[in-house]
C-alpha cells in the first residue's frame, strides 16, 4: 500500500494508498487529490519544459509534460477535474552559495512551471512548501489528501 | 555530440586522464590528512539524469557535497562527496581535535570541509590541464549537508546545464584506513558536453 515514485516517475492511486517519493531538490513533487473518489496521483519531475530536451521519450521528467499526463490519467480513472486540487513540494536552489548563472536556477523555473502548467489546467494550488535551500522527501496520504514532508534540515511538516 | 554513442577508445582515453587527476588528488588529500589513500580505477558512467542517484548507494543517506564550478578552456562541475560521519573524520583531522568533539558542523567545519575540497579538486584539475594543455581554473566551493538524492540531481542541475538527457560523470573512488574504520569519498567529474569535445581533442581521439 506504499509505493515510491522515483525520479521522473508518476503514480496514480486509490485510497487506501500511501505515494511517497524522496531525494527533491530542485525537482518538484506535485500531488494531485480528487478529495470525492479518495483518489490522486504523485509526480516527481526534474525540469520546467520539455523543450529543454531532445529525447522527451518519459514525459514524467517535464513540468508540461508530466502534469498533463497526470492529469489525463486521473480523468481516464474517474476523477472530475473541478474535483481536483494540487500541492507541490521542492524546487531547492541547493547551491545558492555559487555564483548566479545566466539562467535563474532550476529549482525556481521548477516551481514557476509548476504554477503554469497547473493554471492551464484549472487545477488550483491549495499548499505548497517550495524553495529554500534543502532537500525534501514526501509521503501523500490518500484517505485525507495530507501531504507530510520531511527534511533533514527542517524535519516534520504537514501540508 | 552525443555522449551515449562514445567509442571504447574514447572512454579508454577519458579515462586515463582522469586516473591522472584522481592520483594527483589522492597524494594531495593523503598530505591534508596524514594518511595514505587509495584510489580504485576511476569509473565512466553514462546514465540517464533521472538515474544519477544511483551514484549513491543509498539515496536517502545524509551526505556532505561539495559542489565547484570549472571554468576556462573546458567548463564543468566537480562533486566531492562523504557520509556526514566520514566528513566530520577528516574536520577532526584537519583541525587536530579528537573524534569526540561536537558533532556540529558550524561555520569553522564548513570552511575546512571547502578547504579540502578545493585542495583535492585543484591538485585533479591542474593534472588535467598540465596533460592536456587546457587552462581549468576552479571556481568557489559550495557545501550542502542532505540526502545524497537531493545533493545529486541538484548539483547537476544547477548552473546552465546543457545536456539534460544524459549525464557524463567520471568517478573516482578515495578509500583510507584509521584504526578499524574503513572511510571513503567519491570525487564526480561532470565535464560539459562541448567540453568533453574538445578534452577528445586533446587527446587525438576526436
Known amino acids: 500500500m506504499k509505493k515510491t515514485v522515483h525520479i521522473g516517475e508518476f503514480i496514480i492511486a486509490k485510497n487506501p494508498a500511501i505515494l511517497i517519493t524522496n531525494g527533491l531538490g530542485s525537482c518538484i513533487a506535485l500531488a494531485l487529490y480528487d478529495k470525492k473518489n479518495k483518489s490522486g496521483g504523485l509526480l516527481h519531475f526534474l525540469l520546467p519544459d520539455s523543450s529543454l530536451s531532445v529525447d522527451v521519450s518519459n514525459p514524467a521528467k517535464f513540468a508540461d509534460m508530466g502534469i498533463d499526463q497526470l492529469v489525463y490519467q486521473l480523468i481516464e480513472n474517474g476523477s472530475n477535474i473541478n474535483n481536483l486540487c494540487a500541492k507541490i513540494i521542492g524546487g531547492a536552489n541547493m547551491f545558492s552559495q555559487l555564483p548566479r548563472h545566466a539562467l535563474k536556477p532550476i529549482g525556481e523555473r521548477n516551481i514557476a512551471a509548476a504554477h503554469l502548467n497547473l493554471e492551464r489546467q484549472g487545477i488550483p494550488i491549495i499548499s505548497e512548501d517550495v524553495g529554500a535551500d534543502y532537500g525534501r522527501s514526501i509521503e501523500f496520504h490518500l484517505d485525507t489528501g495530507i501531504v507530510i514532508v520531511k527534511s533533514y534540515k527542517m524535519g516534520k511538516l504537514q501540508l | ?206
Open chain 2, 1 to 206: 555530440m552525443d555522449i551515449t554513442n562514445l567509442e571504447n577508445i574514447q572512454l579508454d582515453g577519458i579515462r586515463e586522464i582522469a586516473n591522472i587527476g584522481s592520483g594527483h588528488s589522492a597524494s594531495a588529500l593523503s598530505q591534508i590528512i596524514g594518511h595514505k589513500v587509495m584510489i580504485n580505477v576511476p569509473e565512466v558512467k553514462i546514465i540517464p539524469i533521472e538515474k544519477i542517484s544511483s551514484l549513491w548507494v543509498n539515496p536517502k543517506e545524509i551526505i556532505t557535497g561539495i559542489l565547484l564550478d570549472f571554468l576556462g578552456d573546458i567548463t564543468g562541475k566537480t562533486l566531492l562527496l562523504f557520509t556526514k560521519d566520514d566528513a566530520k573524520y577528516i574536520i577532526d583531522i584537519l583541525l587536530e581535535r579528537d573524534s569526540n568533539s561536537a558533532s556540529l558542523f558550524g561555520d569553522m567545519e564548513q570552511s575546512s570541509l571547502k578547504e579540502v575540497a578545493n585542495i583535492v579538486v585543484s591538485a585533479y584539475l591542474s593534472a588535467l590541464g598540465t596533460f592536456l594543455e587546457l587552462m581549468v581554473v576552479p571556481s568557489v566551493p559550495a557545501l550542502v549537508i542532505d540526502d545524497a538524492a537531493s545533493v545529486l540531481t541538484s548539483a547537476y542541475l544547477s548552473g546552465d546545464a546543457e545536456n539534460i538527457d544524459a549525464v557524463f560523470c567520471i568517478k573516482t573512488q578515495f578509500e583510507f584506513i584509521k584504526g578499524q574504520k574503513e572511510l571513503e569519498g567519491y570525487m564526480l567529474f561532470l565535464p560539459d558536453t562541448d567540453s568533453l569535445k574538445t578534452i577528445l581533442k586533446s587527446l587525438h581521439l576526436d
